[in-house]
């Protein structure tokens, strides 16, 4: 018998062994990596996959989280103007929404797992070099950079979603969304002990340690079989399912695994093939939306509580009884944040996990689409609320359902992305997405902190309009994903 030689497969010379495609004999059972992850089903080794993966969401959460406790520092620090401590926050998208494309279309190519590593490496090492930044100009360059590295953390959800069985999809991978709180809450704790004492730059080097712990991990973690046996490596995919198989004291389906036609790979044109352009269209305004709600909820928070806007009234700004300090009161017109700030934003982000199981619910027996329509049509609704003349408290209640809401809707549209694009193009499909995620969390800031002080009412009906828009797509979308197993190739 034959035997392939070692072909080089990707840009890093790393090497790959194909074994010679080989039809089954005549009468022989056969089975798909897909028949093989349902009948191993769930167990030791998808625990594992959830903790370590998940973890994933902390290390993210706490980069992009970062900026929000700095930024009172570095303005001060750097004598800086209210654009320029914007800008900040808006080349960290910048370098996401690059970067996010050009990871989907590597990990299409070369494999989730190798491109998972990458951009933990790649933001741990430009998140260190942030603390030694010099001057304003380097610390924008290297936020940027990082952004860039954690726009590749998605192929953790890809993974998860990939080595899944269908009927747990739907409950797992919403439960990630403890993980992002997690980290959130993390590092405003860290924050309210470290910055005062030691400083920024040591919080910025204390973030970088669970991105580092978590690169000692992923060997642990196997790639994706079904990537493995989307490129034709079919003894590597094999070989991962006999491994989970023995972790969860399962048996592996009788027969020989089947090796599907090779399709084109991680290719943006395949985006917009007829089979998928209406749905991706759809997708890309709906991820647009939500991160343009998602962010404008937060900044419009921090405006509304500044300003005490309640009955419309324009009260003056409520002093932080924990701030008062000579710090706070520094000539370079900055106020730091007090206890009193730091609660506020502890109870806030507590709220984006308000909804979870009412979420969880939704997606498992409404469907993604119906899910998501509900729960963007709610969001439109709280946004107008927040017009009603109201108590402090009664205005807290409502930006505490709109971050639940908001939450709901990404982690919904994750698992849908997720799941719709078949595995030569899921990576590159999630990417793309993300990437017009951050245009939209660029464009909010300008919403929230500038249109909003023109015109109050205005910025919450441009809000609330687009969340309606995507509502719309969303019970629109021409594909249900629930109960529906994942597709290897177009």
Same mark, same amino acid.
């Given at each position: ?48 996959l959830f903790l370590i993966m998940g973890s994933t969401g902390v290390a993210e959460a706490m980069e992009i989280m970062l900026i929000a406790v700095v930024s009172p520092l570095i303005r001060c620090e750097w004598q800086l103007q209210d654009w320029q401590v914007a800008l ?55 936020r940027a950079m990082v952004g860039g590295g954690v726009s590749g953390h998605a192929q953790g959800l890809i993974i998860k979603t990939e080595f899944l069985p269908t009927k747990y999809r739907g409950y797992m991978l919403p439960l990630s969304q403890v993980f992002w709180l ?30 580092? #712990? ?155 689409? #119906? ?8 969001t439109a609704l709280f946004f107008l609320l927040l017009n009603i003349c109201t108590s402090s408290a009664g205005m807290t209640g409502f930006l505490f359902m709109l971050r639940a809401l908001v939450s709901a809707n990404f982690n919904t549209i994750y698992i849908y992305t ?67 197993? #994942?597709?290897?190739?177009?």
């Amino acid at each position: 018998m034959a035997i392939a030689p070692k072909e080089a497969e990707n840009a890093i010379g790393l090497e790959e062994i194909h074994m010679e495609r080989q039809e089954p004999p005549k009468g022989q059972k056969t089975f798909t990596v897909q028949e093989a992850v349902e009948t191993i089903g769930f167990g030791r080794f998808h625990i594992a996959l959830f903790l370590i993966m998940g973890s994933t969401g902390v290390a993210e959460a706490m980069e992009i989280m970062l900026i929000a406790v700095v930024s009172p520092l570095i303005r001060c620090e750097w004598q800086l103007q209210d654009w320029q401590v914007a800008l900040v926050t808006t080349m960290v998208f910048f370098g996401y929404m690059v970067f996010s494309i050009v990871l989907g279309f590597l990990a299409d190519r070369y494999g989730r797992w190798k491109i998972l590593l990458l951009s933990f490496l790649w933001a741990a090492y430009f998140s260190l070099l942030t603390s030694f930044a010099p001057s304003y100009i380097w610390f924008v360059f290297l936020r940027a950079m990082v952004g860039g590295g954690v726009s590749g953390h998605a192929q953790g959800l890809i993974i998860k979603t990939e080595f899944l069985p269908t009927k747990y999809r739907g409950y797992m991978l919403p439960l990630s969304q403890v993980f992002w709180l997690a980290g959130s809450l993390l590092i405003i704790g860290l924050a309210s002990v470290v910055n005062p004492t030691i400083g920024w730059r040591w919080l910025i080097r204390i973030a970088s340690i669970p991105s580092i #712990l978590l690169i000692l991990v992923f060997k642990f973690i196997p790639e994706s079989a079904r990537y493995n046996v989307s490129t034709g490596n079919v003894a590597a995919a094999l070989a991962t399912l006999r491994m989970i198989a023995k972790m969860n004291g399962a048996v592996m389906p009788e027969g020989v695994l089947k090796e599907p036609a090779k399709g084109r790979r991680g290719r943006f044109k395949d985006l917009i093939h007829p089979k998928y352009l209406r749905t991706t269209l759809q997708i890309w305004i709906i991820w647009l939306g939500i991160a343009f709600a998602y962010y404008g909820v937060i900044l419009a928070s921090a405006e509304l509580l500044e300003r005490d806007l309640v009955c419309g009234s324009a009260a003056p700004p409520v002093q932080d009884p924990g701030d008062d300090s000579e710090e706070s009161r520094s000539p370079c017109h900055c106020r730091l944040f007090g206890p009193a700030a730091y609660q506020t934003m502890i109870i806030s982000t507590v709220g984006e996990i308000a909804l979870n199981p009412l979420n969880i619910l939704g997606i498992n027996f409404l469907g993604r689409r #119906l899910s998501l329509c509900i729960t963007m049509g709610c969001t439109a609704l709280f946004f107008l609320l927040l017009n009603i003349c109201t108590s402090s408290a009664g205005m807290t209640g409502f930006l505490f359902m709109l971050r639940a809401l908001v939450s709901a809707n990404f982690n919904t549209i994750y698992i849908y992305t997720a799941e719709v694009y078949p595995t030569t193009m899921r990576a590159l499909g999630m990417g793309t997405s993300g990437s017009l995620c951050r245009v939209g969390a660029m464009v909010a800031p300008f919403i929230s902190q500038v249109l909003m002080s023109a015109s109050f009412v205005g910025a919450l009906c441009l809000f609330s309009s687009m969340c309606v828009v995507c509502a719309i797509s969303a019970f629109t979308l021409p594909i249900e994903t629930k109960g529906v197993a #994942l597709q290897v190739c177009i």
